[in-house]
């Protein structure tokens, strides 16, 4: 049997293999890379199919739905894999991470006996201690814990870039919520807020820059709320922080999500227009258009106060777009309210948006509310507002047609001779050009816009 221990004499074997499955965010992303950084000096190297990996993580999601029970049905099969494995003499351990486990924690234990371990999204820098009781024990390890310590502070500087989509990346700058709103689970299963010192991001900005990176989104539960330790001393805001981070050369664009209305202040508004490297491109969730809405949901704003940073950003960011989060079918939401989101969204002007029918969670105070709303009233009221969201997001791609703009090629395309790469709207411009392109930006015109991207033709010479 291959020994799990990290302190094994052995030199590691480069045919062990790790297998992520990722739900979710972003930053669950973020963080499925994070736990392939702290097993790869264990000599575990990432494997694309469950069947050829020692262990197998599913990096799980609570936001909505019926996560628990994906997580259950997606666990069935991995058992199978397990149990294939075991009869060819194959070791295999699973794991389960992410906001699923940190909420479901023993009881995932209960119903998935075969699982092996069990962590939270604050506890992955201890994966390998975990792994290694688990094979020695043979028993399940479980570690929700929030822990005083950072876990970044134990991670491995990362040798690769994360993101699959070189030259763009992302870095967690900030972690958690305290702002609780009425249907959202994320502040029991993040835990509360927590800034990283600004000399650590600024570290691992210009290693990513180091290593070709050219585009980093910085990641955050509530990212605007950013206020980390500088190293003079002070709490920098995310407007500081982005002003150090343009002072790297080769950082062509700098993003942030997911911001929250209430912390979009007037420095961060004035980054946007002293920074071009800050991406005129916004992903601002307002939820609803109801003040009455707003107000059960513990937003913390109204509609037009919403309206009002849009405007300003505006005005100190001109091409700036906006994009955005709905929920549909709230307790309470009457015809009223739901035409507030419709008429708030018709004067903003969405370039992109995601909706959702309301769905409860448990422990969180809207699910016990009153009033619960119909699923089939929630369907209706989300294929009326999808229309017009989906109206905006073609007229907003439409206008792009015929104009130059600059795209930072990602990576090949499909089709033979095609290479794919994002605007700064991070829509998705397919060229015809030579792969030596892909990690650099270029000017491109637009000839065409398709149901999700753009096509063009590069400009000048290459
Ligand atoms: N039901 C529906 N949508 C939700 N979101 C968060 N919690 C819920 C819920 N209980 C949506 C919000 C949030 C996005 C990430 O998910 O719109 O901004
Ligand atoms: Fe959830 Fe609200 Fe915090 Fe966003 S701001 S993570 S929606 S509680």
Same mark, same amino acid.
């Given at each position: 049997?291959?020994?799990?221990?990290?302190?094994?004499?052995?030199?590691?074997?480069?045919?062990?293999?790790?297998?992520?499955?990722?739900?979710?965010?972003?930053?669950?992303?973020?963080?499925?890379?994070?736990?392939?950084?702290?097993?790869?000096?264990?000599?575990?190297?990432?494997?694309?199919?469950?069947?050829?990996?020692?262990?197998?993580?599913?990096?799980?999601?609570?936001?909505?739905?019926?996560?628990?029970?994906?997580?259950?049905?997606?666990?069935?099969?991995?058992?199978?894999?397990?149990?294939?494995?075991?009869?060819?003499?194959?070791?295999?351990?699973?794991?389960?991470?992410?906001?699923?486990?940190?909420?479901?924690?023993?009881?995932?234990?209960?119903?998935?006996?075969?699982?092996?371990?069990?962590?939270?999204?604050?506890?992955?820098?201890?994966?390998?201690?975990?792994?290694?009781?688990?094979?020695?024990?043979?028993?399940?390890?479980?570690?929700?814990?929030?822990?005083?310590?950072?876990?970044?502070?134990?991670?491995?500087?990362?040798?690769?870039?994360?993101?699959?989509?070189?030259?763009?990346?992302?870095?967690?700058?900030?972690?958690?919520?305290?702002?609780?709103?009425?249907?959202?689970?994320?502040?029991?299963?993040?835990? &509360?807020? %927590?800034?990283?010192?600004?000399?650590?991001? !600024?570290? #691992? $900005?210009?290693?990513?820059?180091? =290593?070709?990176?050219?585009?980093?989104?910085?990641?955050?539960?509530?990212?605007?709320?950013?206020?980390?330790?500088?190293?003079?001393?002070?709490?920098?805001?995310?407007?500081?922080?982005?002003?150090?981070?343009?002072?790297?050369?080769?950082?062509?664009?700098?993003?942030?999500?997911?911001?929250?209305?209430?912390?979009?202040?007037?420095?961060?508004?004035?980054?946007?227009?002293?920074?071009?490297?800050?991406?005129?491109?916004?992903?601002?969730?307002?939820?609803?258009?109801?003040?009455?809405?707003?107000?059960?949901?513990?937003?913390?704003?109204? &509609?037009? %106060?919403?309206?009002?940073?849009?405007?300003? !950003?505006? #005005? $100190?960011?001109?091409?700036?777009? =906006?994009?955005?989060?709905?929920?549909?079918?709230?307790?309470?939401?009457?015809?009223?309210?739901?035409?507030?989101?419709?008429?708030?969204?018709?004067?903003?002007?969405?370039?992109?948006?995601?909706?959702?029918?309301?769905?409860?969670?448990?422990?969180?105070?809207?699910?016990?509310?009153?009033?619960?709303?119909?699923?089939?009233?929630?369907?209706?009221?989300?294929?009326?507002?999808?229309?017009?969201?989906?109206?905006?997001?073609?007229?907003?791609?439409?206008?792009?047609?015929?104009?130059?703009?600059?795209?930072?090629?990602?990576?090949?395309?499909?089709?033979?001779?095609?290479?794919?790469?994002?605007?700064?709207?991070?829509?998705?411009?397919?060229?015809?050009?030579?792969?030596?392109?892909?990690?650099?930006?270029?000017?491109?015109?637009?000839?065409?816009?398709?149901?999700?991207?753009?096509?063009?033709?590069?400009?000048?010479?290459?």
């Amino acid at each position: 049997m291959t020994t799990l221990s990290p302190q094994t004499a052995t030199p590691p074997s480069p045919t062990r293999g790790v297998h992520v499955i990722t739900w979710g965010c972003q930053m669950n992303v973020y963080d499925s890379a994070r736990m392939q950084d702290v097993l790869r000096p264990l000599g575990f190297t990432p494997v694309d199919t469950p069947e050829t990996a020692e262990i197998i993580i599913l990096n799980t999601c609570h936001i909505r739905d019926k996560a628990a029970e994906k997580v259950f049905s997606e666990l069935g099969r991995l058992r199978l894999i397990k149990e294939a494995r075991k009869i060819r003499g194959q070791q295999t351990l699973i794991a389960v991470a992410g906001c699923v486990a940190q909420a479901e924690g023993e009881e995932l234990l209960t119903r998935a006996p075969y699982v092996d371990i069990v962590l939270g999204p604050q506890t992955y820098h201890r994966l390998p201690d975990m792994l290694a009781n688990a094979a020695r024990t043979g028993k399940a390890v479980i570690d929700i814990d929030f822990p005083t310590e950072q876990k970044f502070d134990f991670l491995p500087q990362n040798e690769t870039p994360q993101s699959p989509n070189y030259p763009t990346a992302f870095l967690t700058i900030q972690e958690g919520c305290d702002k609780f709103c009425s249907f959202c689970v994320v502040p029991y299963t993040r835990g &509360a807020e %927590n800034s990283r010192p600004v000399s650590t991001i !600024l570290e #691992e $900005a210009k290693r990513l820059v180091d =290593l070709g990176v050219r585009d980093i989104s910085l990641l955050g539960q509530n990212v605007n709320a950013y206020h980390g330790v500088g190293p003079d001393g002070n709490l920098w805001s995310l407007a500081r922080l982005a002003y150090e981070l343009a002072k790297i050369p080769a950082l062509l664009r700098i993003r942030y999500t997911t911001s929250h209305p209430r912390d979009m202040d007037d420095t961060l508004i004035a980054a946007h227009r002293d920074l071009p490297q800050l991406m005129p491109f916004l992903h601002l969730p307002v939820q609803s258009g109801s003040d009455r809405i707003l107000r059960a949901m513990n937003r913390g704003h109204t &509609a037009s %106060n919403y309206i009002d940073i849009v405007h300003r !950003l505006r #005005e $100190a960011r001109p091409d700036i777009a =906006l994009s955005s989060d709905f929920i549909v079918g709230y307790p309470g939401e009457t015809d009223e309210d739901f035409n507030a989101t419709m008429r708030l969204v018709q004067k903003v002007g969405f370039a992109l948006a995601y909706s959702f029918k309301y769905s409860p969670r448990p422990g969180t105070p809207a699910a016990e509310a009153p009033l619960q709303i119909p699923e089939d009233i929630k369907n209706t009221r989300l294929q009326i507002l999808q229309k017009i969201l989906h109206e905006q997001q073609d007229t907003f791609n439409d206008q792009l047609v015929g104009h130059s703009i600059p795209v930072l090629f990602t990576s090949r395309g499909r089709k033979q001779g095609q290479i794919v790469g994002r605007s700064p709207w991070l829509q998705p411009v397919h060229i015809n050009g030579p792969e030596h392109l892909i990690g650099q930006e270029r000017l491109v015109r637009i000839t065409a816009r398709l149901s999700h991207s753009l096509d063009g033709i590069l400009e000048g010479n290459i």
